[in-house]
């Protein structure tokens, strides 16, 4: 009997199921664990029923989210926050669980390390204690955030309990014109279907843009499926993916590579098989994007104006406008170009890998920001390559401080903050209220247009100031 195609998401979800419930739960084997500092809620609960990790060697610690982001060679100043850094030190230590730690050459924010290791592999399945796990997917791996109790579930057990999604592929055809950048793609996307359009969908991207992409872009797109509602999003392995993992430090070598591959290559999805849902995009039509309000689907190409609730038929969304303008002191009406920012951050797990930092100082050269800023790279690894390239000095020339790896300025539990009533032009995911530090307000854009605002001092289109330069 011939075998129905499969899709990408059905193809690794039946390779991990191990049973099902009547309710339609299946028990799914999960490949990496990744747990940073927020994992103590999980190392207690394992305490508390004198239970062992299951599978340490498939457990991966790694301290990201409090890390500080300068004076590392110093102790923590917080107490909170080294107390935090510690507990993920002492768990990882009971329990033979690797660390990549706060004074570890290779620590960065999980995101960027997993990949960067080698640990993020086509086929797995992935999870940790953070909604961006999605980021993984960029390598055909099944991944996704879980809850605290999930955590202390997967410690236990090295398993976990899932409905399956329904699944969603997203095409992106065509060639982006110069200066768009996966991160346009993602915000193109998200304000396309909206925040909640991939609700209960596992993503799968696809098309002619997508296969262009860099694993870097890859991994950006991948980032922000949670963005779109989606439970995942993963793209197809292929010669670009392998290129990327050959020679990782933890990735198959020599024979056992040749043989990854061959495996791997059968993990796309099968000519005609079905999707719950399938939306397509132009990039050719894709320009570059901001945000204006307070969710990441609030975005408008660069050469728009923000939109004016009175335009509004819906009293709902214009009553949803008006506080959104208000939140973020924005006119309705106004041109996005006319928006002045007070300072710029380049980092987190969507934005800080060198493809990235190499976008941003690409504008930067020979430039001054007229605005202060941070620069976070997304792991030491990055931060080392970047120094080899000279791209700190490039940075530091323009004006914008040269920090550690880390969360920083993204999530700003670590003490990167965004002060009260300031606007910032930021490479990070989320633009919700006090994202990044309370009455914070927050544009999301890509690194090389975070640049342009830098040096421009307001939102701003950045490919006139890529004429003539390499992107």
Avoid at 204 to 226: D, F, K, P, Q, W
Avoid at 260 to 272: G, K, Y
Wanted: charged share 25%.
């Amino acid at each position: 009997m011939r075998q129905r195609p499969q899709t990408m998401f059905d193809k690794l979800w039946s390779s991990h199921e191990i049973a099902q419930r009547e309710d339609g739960s299946a028990l799914l084997f999960v490949d990496r664990h990744f747990v940073h500092e927020g994992s103590f809620h999980g190392f207690s609960q394992l305490k508390a029923r004198g239970r062992k990790v299951a599978e340490p060697n498939l457990t991966f610690g790694i301290a990201d989210h409090y890390v500080p982001t300068r004076d590392r060679d110093r102790p923590i100043a917080n107490a909170e926050i080294a107390e935090m850094v510690r507990k993920l030190e002492q768990n990882t230590g009971d329990t033979g669980v690797t660390l990549f730690g706060l004074r570890d050459p290779r620590q960065g924010i999980v995101h960027v390390v997993g990949p960067e290791q080698g640990l993020t592999l086509p086929g797995l399945l992935i999870v940790c204690g953070d909604s961006h796990t999605s980021t993984h997917g960029a390598f055909g791996a099944y991944a996704f955030g879980i809850g605290a109790s999930e955590v202390a579930h997967v410690l236990m057990t090295q398993t976990l309990w899932q409905k399956k999604p329904k699944r969603m592929r997203i095409v992106v055809n065509g060639e982006a014109t110069a200066g768009i950048a996966a991160k346009d793609i993602a915000l193109a996307i998200i304000a396309r279907i909206h925040a909640d359009g991939a609700q209960g969908h596992a993503i799968e991207y696809a098309g002619s843009a997508v296969r262009a992409l860099s694993m870097e872009g890859r991994l950006t797109l991948c980032n922000m499926s949670i963005e779109g509602g989606g439970r995942c999003g993963m793209v197809a392995p292929d010669a670009t993916t392998f290129a990327y993992l050959k020679g990782r430090p933890y990735a198959p070598a020599g024979d056992d590579f040749d043989r990854a591959v061959a495996d791997w290559s059968m993990l796309p999805s099968d000519p005609n098989a079905e999707f719950d849902r399938e939306v397509t995009l132009d990039a050719a039509a894709i320009a570059p994007i901001v945000t204006w309000g307070t969710t990441p689907d609030d975005a408008l190409p660069i050469d728009q104006r923000v939109p004016d609730p009175a335009d509004e038929a819906d009293e709902a969304r214009a009553a949803y406008i008006r506080d959104a303008l208000d939140y973020m002191g924005v006119r309705p009406g106004t041109k996005l170009t006319d928006v002045a920012i007070d300072r710029v951050f380049i980092g987190s797990c969507t934005n800080a890998r060198i493809e990235d930092l190499r976008a941003a100082a690409a504008v930067l050269a020979g430039r001054v920001s007229k605005v202060p800023g941070l620069i976070s790279p997304g792991s030491s690894l990055v931060k080392k390559q970047a120094e080899q390239e000279g791209l700190d000095r490039i940075f530091k020339d323009a004006g914008l401080e040269w920090a550690a790896s880390g969360c920083s300025m993204c999530v700003g539990i670590n003490g990167d903050l965004v002060p009260e009533g300031e606007r910032c032009a930021s490479t990070t995911n989320r633009n919700f209220k006090g994202r990044q530090g309370r009455g914070a307000r927050t544009h999301l854009m890509s690194p090389a247009m975070v640049a342009a605002a830098a040096v421009t001092g307001h939102l701003a289109d950045v490919r006139p100031l890529l004429a003539g330069r390499k992107a």
